[in-house]
């Protein structure tokens, strides 16, 4: 599951960093827990309010705690990994040959814990720099125990969450670039000489040809939701004289050009 998140990130071209913990197991946790907490009560004077509330309610969430202070007092503190049973110990062993094998980089991140005692053994967390600091986009693991506490038999589970919004966020999304010409006729006496033009100009460019005359906001409107390079326009004056009104919609600039100059033009140009 973790290989396939990472598939997935790597597909949309998002960066992150893989951050992974082990919760132990029924067997191994419940110690590890106490431990825990003698060291917090020895250091009860110090740490914030949340963390002296957490230490009777929940003691392993005091390890993700975001007090500055609290922080550099639990990084002494005992470490779940360097407690976990000999088959916890192994499992969360095998999982990390198996990423290096698969050429996914991780870190260990032993404050990686989650509120709910259903969670075993491995947790995981994508996460990324590009929001904010260390934002979480995806996290999972095991829930073991999830199964149980719902009254069913035991059964074993994996599961993983990811955060679509956060995800749009880092899409770096292909840039929809202009292309092809968009012609029209400012009134129905010049568009006979624009759907000619019109014609010529396909057998060497993409042309969108509006056969229905309007003015030149609305020719500009239609040109943008072709998504089309250049706006082409004749109107009375142009018709007169020989010319035709254009305006590259990606350098915004507008030119006149002569019948000639505009079968030449190139969208490099
Ligand atoms: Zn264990
Ligand atoms: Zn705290």
């Given at each position: 599951?973790?290989?396939?998140?990472?598939?997935?990130?790597?597909?949309?071209?998002?960066?992150?960093?893989?951050?992974?913990n082990?919760?132990?197991?029924?067997?191994?946790?419940?110690?590890?827990?106490?431990?825990?907490?003698?060291?917090?009560?020895?250091?009860?004077?110090?740490?914030?309010?949340?963390?002296?509330?957490?230490?009777?309610?929940?003691p392993?969430?005091?390890?993700?705690?975001?007090?500055?202070?609290?922080?550099?007092?639990?990084?002494?503190?005992?470490?779940?990994?360097?407690?976990?049973?000999?088959?916890?110990?192994?499992?969360?062993?095998?999982?990390?040959?198996?990423?290096?094998?698969?050429?996914?980089?991780?870190?260990?991140?032993?404050?990686?814990?989650?509120?709910?005692?259903?969670?075993?053994?491995?947790?995981?967390?994508?996460?990324?720099?590009?929001?904010?600091?260390?934002?979480?986009?995806?996290?999972?693991?095991?829930?073991?125990?999830?199964?149980?506490?719902?009254?069913?038999?035991?059964?074993?589970?994996?599961?993983?969450?990811?955060?679509?919004?956060?995800?749009?966020?880092?899409?770096?999304?292909?840039?929809?670039?202009?292309?092809?010409?968009?012609?029209?006729?400012?009134?129905?006496?010049?568009?006979?000489?624009?759907?000619?033009?019109?014609?010529?100009?396909?057998?060497?460019?993409?042309?969108?040809?509006?056969?229905?005359?309007?003015?030149?906001?609305?020719?500009?409107?239609?040109?943008?939701?072709v998504?089309?390079?250049?706006?082409?326009?004749?109107?009375?004056?142009?018709?007169?004289?020989?010319?035709?009104?254009?305006?590259?919609?990606e350098?915004?600039?507008?030119?006149?050009?002569?019948?000639?100059?505009?079968?030449?033009?190139?969208e490099?140009?």
């Open positions: 599951m973790i290989m396939m998140v990472s598939d997935i990130l790597k597909e949309l071209g998002i960066g992150y960093r893989l951050k992974l082990s919760l132990g197991c029924n067997e191994c946790m419940p110690p590890y827990r106490q431990k825990l907490i003698d060291f917090v009560t020895v250091h009860k004077e110090h740490i914030c309010e949340d963390c002296t509330r957490r230490v009777g309610t929940n392993i969430r005091v390890l993700d705690c975001k007090e500055q202070k609290c922080q550099s007092i639990y990084a002494n503190a005992p470490k779940l990994i360097n407690n976990l049973c000999t088959e916890c110990d192994s499992e969360f062993a095998k999982l990390q040959t198996l990423l290096t094998q698969s050429g996914i980089a991780y870190e260990i991140d032993t404050h990686l814990v989650r509120g709910l005692d259903y969670y075993s053994k491995t947790a995981f967390e994508f996460v990324s720099d590009d929001i904010g600091s260390q934002s979480a986009i995806a996290g999972g693991g095991r829930y073991d125990r999830l199964v149980e506490f719902l009254d069913g038999r035991p059964t074993p589970a994996v599961g993983f969450a990811m955060g679509i919004e956060r995800l749009m966020e880092l899409i770096i999304m292909p840039q929809n670039s202009r292309d092809g010409y968009y012609m029209g006729a400012m009134d129905e006496s010049t568009l006979d000489l624009v759907v000619k033009m019109a014609h010529q100009k396909r057998s060497s460019d993409k042309v969108v040809l509006d056969y229905k005359p309007k003015n030149l906001k609305n020719h500009l409107k239609a040109a943008d939701k998504n089309a390079r250049f706006c082409c326009v004749i109107g009375e004056d142009e018709l007169q004289n020989g010319t035709i009104w254009v305006k590259d919609l350098d915004k600039t507008e030119k006149t050009l002569s019948h000639e100059e505009f079968y030449a033009l190139k490099t140009l």
